[in-house]
């Protein structure tokens, strides 16, 4: 059963003052951030957005877009918190709390809760909404266009959900990590409960009471149509689409339900007196002792789905479009597809070796493969697998030189898949390979800052060598700065033209950058 509400929202502690001459130190350690080389290229461009008073500037508060064009953070004043946006205060208060301000998807709205007095509420672009006894901690979310705004507050005892404007909807309990918009933020869905009983609430309408809902099976169709969820009911389990329940069953997979790309196609796994099945639409599979749960899955524009059985001790996917081998063990989460869908592939277990299948045939063996699998958009692909105490990059059947360690979230393909890059360690340096070709050594990568533009003609990357942090584009580093961030939600970008774009700092000032290619 799902648990009750925690408690309301908590206010961000009151940081340690730090001098200024500490200010970079402290944006290392909670951005990871630094400063670069001067090696500066012609045509960069700097542009001033605000300065940060050091001594006032509250540790794990800045939040920016992916872009850089909005940004917020949190100044001690005080005894009081000063909320900034895009360099411009919009409000002082008692207290801010944790884990805001944050972002809408889209990087154009802000919102925060603030205390004064005894009484909380939220600050959304700017303007105050209504006051509560509480507003609920982690419950706020914002729909996907960024235009919509729920959260779950208590008032008089109850708690009750606040959509925009509205007045607040009000039950005996509501589960604060529940709330969901549709795709397109047309609809908003929620569990509350009345009692022992367990409901689902879309828009106005309350659904029926169940004994129980399953874990994570509420939410949308990709075309935001249906809505959708497991049940259970007088010893049965079944699915529920837009109020209407379907067929039932002993059981239902948690976290087991996936939709086509559509919308039109559903399927989920169910237990029946002869075993587990998966159920889709209006047919189910044969039946099987065992389902994984985190195979189910629709490739990019297919209408069957794929996913993984076991029995007797072998585990195989379940394909539509071709037969798959079996293996002692699917590897867990590894099961990947091409942006396109035409290819799948996973890791898998095959006697005392690691195996690479792709497209439903062994491509490679190795000692260990510890993934990921990443496919281009033309269907190349690289793994990376373990020799040793060491690791290299498999890219299809070319294997890579041996490193001490791949960074893992790095391995990235160009958009035609015509070329390929990666970061590794080697003792205590860290390079980048881009086609076979070593840049570095250096003493580390930053997160997140790794990629090609969207055209494939640059990549770009932010490092750190010998205390000073720099942007590399197509190999040649960028002007120095007191930091760069990439945490935040803020990331280095690279266009078309071969520009970087990120944020920096230089002192106090805070600086969005345009580094250009010569």
């Given at each position: ?32 951030v630094g400063c670069s080389v001067d090696d500066g290229l012609a045509g960069s461009e700097e542009h001033l957005l ?190 529920v689409v837009d109020g209407v329940e379907r067929k039932r069953y002993l059981g239902l997979m948690a976290g087991g ?10 399927a989920y796994g169910a237990l029946t007196e002869r075993g587990w099945v998966v159920a889709e639409n209006d047919r ?235």
């Amino acid at each position: 059963m799902p648990r009750r509400l925690a408690g309301a929202a908590r206010p961000a502690r009151r940081p340690t003052l730090v001098a200024p001459l500490l200010f970079v130190v402290g944006l290392l350690a909670l951005l990871q951030v630094g400063c670069s080389v001067d090696d500066g290229l012609a045509g960069s461009e700097e542009h001033l957005l605000g300065e940060i008073p050091a001594s006032q500037w509250l540790p794990g508060s800045f939040v920016a877009s992916a872009d850089g064009a909005t940004f917020a953070y949190v100044l001690q004043t005080g005894e009081r918190h000063t909320v900034v946006v895009n360099g411009r205060s919009v409000g002082t208060h008692e207290a801010v709390f944790a884990g805001t301000p944050r972002l809408s998807p889209d990087g154009r709205h802000v919102f925060y809760v603030a205390q004064d007095g005894e009484r909380q509420f939220v600050v959304r672009d700017g303007l105050r909404q209504p006051d509560f006894d509480a507003v609920v901690q982690g419950s706020p979310v914002w729909s996907g266009d960024g235009r919509r705004l729920a959260y779950v507050v208590r008032q008089n005892g109850q708690p009750c959900v606040v959509v925009d404007d509205a007045p607040p909807r009000c039950h005996q309990e509501v589960l604060r990590h529940s709330l969901r918009f549709s795709p397109d933020g047309a609809r908003l869905a929620y569990l509350a409960a009345d009692g022992k009983r367990l409901f689902v609430v879309d828009g106005e309408h309350e659904g029926r009471r169940y004994e129980g809902i399953v874990e994570g099976s509420l939410g949308f169709a990709p075309d935001g149509r249906q809505l959708v969820y497991g049940a259970e009911a007088d010893g049965a389990a079944f699915v529920v689409v837009d109020g209407v329940e379907r067929k039932r069953y002993l059981g239902l997979m948690a976290g087991g339900m996936a939709f086509s790309g559509d919308g039109r196609h559903l399927a989920y796994g169910a237990l029946t007196e002869r075993g587990w099945v998966v159920a889709e639409n209006d047919r189910e599979s044969p039946p099987y002792p065992s389902l994984l749960a985190d195979t189910l899955r629709y490739p990019p524009r297919a209408v069957r789905p794929v996913y993984g059985v076991a029995e007797a001790g072998e585990q195989w996917l379940v394909n539509a479009d071709r037969a798959e081998p079996r293996f002692a063990a699917i590897q867990k989460g590894s099961l990947s597809f091409s942006p396109d869908g035409r290819h799948a592939g996973y890791l898998a277990q095959d006697g005392e070796r690691s195996a690479v299948v792709v497209d439903g045939q062994v491509r490679s063996r190795h000692a260990s493969v510890v993934g990921p699998l990443v496919f281009a958009a033309n269907g190349r692909y690289a793994v990376i697998a373990r020799t040793g105490t060491q690791e290299r990059v498999i890219v299809e059947r070319s294997e890579q030189p041996l490193f001490d360690h791949i960074l893992r979230d790095t391995l990235s393909f160009n958009a035609d898949g015509s070329r390929f890059a990666y970061a590794a360690q080697r003792q205590d340096s860290v390079v980048v390979v881009i086609d076979g070709r070593e840049e570095g050594p250096y003493d580390a990568l930053l997160d997140h800052t790794l990629g090609f533009s969207d055209d494939g003609r640059f990549l770009a990357y932010a490092v750190r060598r010998g205390g000073e942090y720099f942007a590399v584009v197509n190999g040649r580093a960028g002007p120095p700065f007191d930091a760069v961030i990439t945490r935040g939600g803020a990331r280095l970008r690279i266009d078309s033209q071969g520009r970087a774009h990120f944020l920096a700092t230089r002192g106090k000032r805070l600086l969005r950058v345009t580094q250009a290619v010569p």
